[in-house]
């Protein structure tokens, strides 16, 4: 499996930004569809986005769309989310996580390699 780690969470004021990094070692990073997810207290683990092996496919939860943008850096090994218009909604653990198939519904289920979690707090 593949290791997870991800960083560049913090507290930001609503309609500011944030980009999310996910640093990947341990096996080839781009045999791998790579997703993030995220978790508010009290609430289930929901999909964010997803992007396929080389980048080509991407696709996200409708909260996001036009705000969020997933991509990646094979040669960096690195899973980015870069986050604009932040809403207070959007505060949550964030969960970077990695599936060797094809994930078409970003199930958490299909996905078998999970970071720790970094924080986004945006107040409002």
């Known amino acids: 499996q593949v290791q997870l780690v991800e960083s560049g969470g913090g507290l930001v004021q609503a309609g500011g930004s944030l980009r999310l990094s996910c640093a990947a070692s341990?096996?080839?990073?781009?045999?791998?569809?790579v997703g993030w997810f995220r978790q508010a207290p009290g609430k289930e683990r929901e999909f964010v986005a997803y992007?396929?092996?080389?980048?080509?496919?991407?696709y996200y939860t409708d909260s996001v769309k036009d705000r969020f943008t997933v991509s990646r850096d094979n040669a960096k090994n690195t899973m980015y989310l870069q986050m604009n218009s932040l809403k207070p909604k959007d505060t949550a653990v964030y969960y970077c996580?990695?599936?060797?198939?094809?994930?078409?519904?970003?199930?958490?289920?299909?996905?078998?390699?999970w970071g720790q979690g970094t924080q986004v707090t945006v107040s409002s």
């Open positions: 992007i396929s092996r080389n980048g080509v496919i991407r």
């Open positions: 996580a990695a599936t060797s198939r094809i994930s078409r519904s970003g199930d958490p289920a299909e996905f078998e390699s």
């Open positions: 341990g096996r080839t990073f781009s045999s791998y569809g």
